[in-house]
């Protein structure tokens, strides 16, 4: 492995807002065995999230960005949340697939799009307990670690976990194949992981700069912002998806001439959490 898994961007002047982005990475180590051309693979990313929020860090969100690609493991699912299938000999403890898994979504992907596949061969234990260990553990004790230094220094953590999603659904999604998409949808577990007046600033704010926004349908939040959000004790967790029609070609996974006009809204919507997170 010649990367680590994540990069930090610690902002500045620092506040209480911390954005991560667990998809994003395009670091294809060498050991990843594809089943598909790498163009086709790449399909699976968050594609250029982090490039989106590259101005956060200077206007108050310090920014946890993944390197490694979501189909070499996915960062943001249960560690036992393992498709058996892939596997070419049985894993030595008990598994806990959920239907994330069964739609090929698991902590180690299955498909990249229906019928395309994403692993290029069998995994040994050895093969996904080295993807845990040396990229699934780190990033989530680096995320754990901000929280926690942000918490004991401001009292409070409002937290962002940033995705994007496909402009329309499919049969592993969901919503089902051909469902329009808004541009943002903004989820907290149905208010288990953040306060209603965090989701509704940033919805508000969204809708305000024009786009059409969702709250938790058809995403209602993934493990990361489960694991992470605790209203109770001033840590709030939300997860964002981004349309990706606003600033990519899915198909092509390059950057479109939206990107410059998106950035600049997640730039301002950055300003304003960030000012609030403060006060």
């Known amino acids: 492995m010649t990367a680590t898994p994540f990069e930090i961007a610690r902002a500045s002047p620092l506040t209480p807002l911390l954005y991560d982005t667990p998809h994003s990475g395009r670091f294809y180590p060498r ?3 594809l089943g598909a051309p790498l163009g086709e693979v790449r399909r699976g990313e968050d594609a250029y999230v982090d490039e989106l929020l590259a101005a956060a860090p200077g206007v108050g969100a310090t920014l946890l960005a993944a390197t490694f690609p979501r189909c070499y493991i996915d960062l943001n699912r249960d560690e036992a949340d393992i498709d058996a299938g892939l596997l070419a000999e049985p894993w030595p403890e008990p598994l806990a697939p959920t239907e994330k898994t069964a739609r090929g979504l698991g902590l180690i992907r299955r498909f990249v799009v229906p019928g395309v596949e994403a692993q290029g061969q069998k995994l040994t234990v050895r093969d996904v307990r080295a993807r845990i260990r040396d990229v699934y553990r780190p990033y989530h004790a680096a995320l754990d670690s901000l929280v926690r230094e942000l918490r004991e ?3 409070s953590v409002w937290h962002v976990n940033w995705h994007s999603m496909k402009s ?3 049969a592993m999604t969901p919503d089902g194949p051909g469902a329009a998409r808004p541009d943002f949808v903004v989820s907290d577990r149905f208010g288990e992981s953040a306060s ?4 509704g600033l940033i919805v508000e704010t969204l809708r305000g700069a024009g786009h059409t926004v969702s ?6 939040g993934g493990t990361i912002i489960r694991r992470t959000g605790r209203p109770e004790q001033n840590v709030h967790s939300v997860q964002i998806e981004i349309n990706r ?3 990519l070609d899915e198909a092509a996974v390059a950057i479109t001439a939206g990107a410059p006009a998106l950035a600049a809204t997640l730039e301002a919507l950055t300003r304003v959490l960030a000012a609030a997170a403060r006060g």
């Open 31 to 33: 050991d990843f065995v």
């Open 153 to 155: 220094r401001f009292g």
């Open 168 to 170: 329309t659904g499919n």
């Open 196 to 199: 209603s007046r965090v989701t």
């Open 215 to 220: 709250v938790n349908q058809p995403y209602s």
């Open 245 to 247: 029609a606003l600033y």
